[in-house]
């Protein structure tokens, strides 16, 4: 259980989730048997309002596991417009694949195979709505090309911002946590800070970190 919101606003709020299809459903299901880290459905429900707010042409994933968010976001982009998505994980992409075949949106998604320290430099759009959710302890490295890719006026979406509550404690951090919750605290700083974007942090499923680059 995450320790973001107590265990009773937890359940009330699952209490008016609505029946996700098929698909999501057997996602969900695939994530939690294989252990595979995806997005909170609340994270997700939130993500595909702020795509439905801002219509971006051009989408940018990092962290594509096997493709829950992608699916979501490509679903509710407009006419036109893409998502492309970067993965390294050669299990993680062979699963996506098989899910983005029977999304119903494949025409809209690019899965972008490699490692994003590789793939984000040598990328050419700029992107009008990015999504981050790698690695925790590579957040501020990447947040690097984040600043370059992302449009004026874009907005940048972070996941895993209160990492299970741990983000805002100093003491007793099981060890399994303890490297990312230094980091997400150490990257929490630089991005709240940072001259060129209006930030802030919700505290919505592990915490989301929302930028609106100036
Ligand atoms: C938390 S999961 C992503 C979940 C996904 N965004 C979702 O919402 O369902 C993180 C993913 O990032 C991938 N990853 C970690 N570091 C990466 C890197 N440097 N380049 C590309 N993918 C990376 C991992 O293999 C893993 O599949």
């Known amino acids: 259980m995450r320790k973001i919101l107590y265990p009773v606003q937890e359940k009330y709020i699952q209490s008016f989730r609505k029946k996700p299809d098929n698909l999501i459903k057997e996602m969900e299901k695939y994530a939690k048997v294989n252990n595979v880290p995806i997005l909170s459905w609340q994270s997700a429900e939130f993500i595909e309002q702020l795509i439905l707010i801002t219509k971006p042409n051009r989408a940018l994933e990092i962290g594509t596991a096997i493709a829950y968010t992608t699916i979501r976001i490509a679903r509710n982009l407009k006419n036109n417009a893409v998502i492309h998505t970067i993965e390294l994980s050669e299990d993680n992409i062979k699963t996506a ?24 430099p040598a990328l050419k759009t700029n992107y009008d709505f990015i999504f981050l959710d790698a690695d925790k302890t590579d957040y501020k490295r990447l947040f690097k090309y984040v600043m370059i ?19 805002a404690v100093a003491t007793k951090i099981p060890s399994k946590y303890k490297a990312s919750a230094l980091s997400i605290k150490e990257f929490n700083k630089l991005f709240i800070q940072q001259p060129n974007f209006k930030t802030t942090i919700l505290p919505i499923g592990d915490g989301i970190g929302l930028g609106i680059k100036k």
Do not use: P
């Open 97 to 120: 694949k098989g899910f983005i075949k029977r999304s119903g949106v494949k025409e809209k998604i690019k899965l972008i195979e490699g490692d994003a320290f590789k793939v984000m």
């Open 149 to 167: 890719l992302l449009k004026k006026g874009g907005l940048i979406v972070i996941d895993n911002l209160l990492w299970q509550g741990y983000a």
